[in-house]
């Protein structure tokens, strides 16, 4: 995971936040399988667009790109089925690409890392595997940020082997560029900065 600087919110969504998620809150009420929905498309469209300026188009999560290689979703990192009262938080929402999505679902621990947080550092939690492209939790961390990052880890499938192959593939066309290369034209930034 890259280390996010999250900006201001969205005029419009700091604006309706509270009345759209009391809204929410209580159609959830009224019927617990309530859709959620967004209740303006042009404040869900900037939202969207001030997201992935956030990561330059990067999952918030894996890292890899979003729209070019993925669909362009949001992610409630915790999840607005269990935390309704965060479904319109702006530190909730993250750009996230299909596969970290479809992982992680409906899950939520509360050890699990969320990017933006202002003492976030991916050398405070992991270890990168340049043999065979896999991210590692550090062995000589706290115990507490070594099972964060074990849950993170998992939570996201950031293991998974395509991930581990494209990691590895991104590190030798990075490496073969040499000073031409722009680290934010990359996927897994953190892969190859370490």
């Not at 969205?10 to 929410?24: F, G, I, K, N, S």
């Not at 959620?36 to 667009?49: K, L």
């Not at 938080?89 to 939520?108: A, I, V």
Request: glycine letters at 4%; aromatic letters at 14%; charged letters at 25%.
């Amino acid at each position: 995971m890259f280390k996010l600087q999250r900006g201001s919110w969205p005029c419009c969504l700091e604006e309706h936040h509270q009345d759209w998620t009391a809204r929410y809150i209580i159609a959830r009420s009224q019927n617990p399988v309530a859709r959620f929905r967004w209740f303006s498309e042009a404040c869900y469209q900037a939202v969207r667009t001030a997201l992935l300026e956030m990561t330059q188009h990067h999952c918030a999560f894996c890292d890899g790109f979003i729209g070019s290689e993925s669909r362009e979703t949001l992610e409630h990192f915790k999840p607005k089925s269990q935390f309704p009262e965060s479904a319109f938080d702006w530190g909730n929402l993250f750009p996230c690409c299909d596969m970290c999505q479809s992982q992680k679902r409906e899950k939520h621990h509360a050890a699990l890392i969320k990017p933006d947080l202002s003492n976030y550092n991916f050398d405070d939690y992991f270890i990168c595997n340049f043999d065979n492209g896999e991210i590692a939790v550090a062995p000589d961390l706290s115990a507490e940020n070594q099972h964060a990052a074990a849950i993170t880890l998992e939570t996201y499938g950031l293991n998974l082997p395509m991930r581990k192959k494209e990691r590895l593939r991104q590190l030798r066309i990075w490496h073969a560029m040499g000073n031409r290369a722009q680290l934010n034209e990359f996927a897994y930034r953190y892969f190859l900065s370490s």
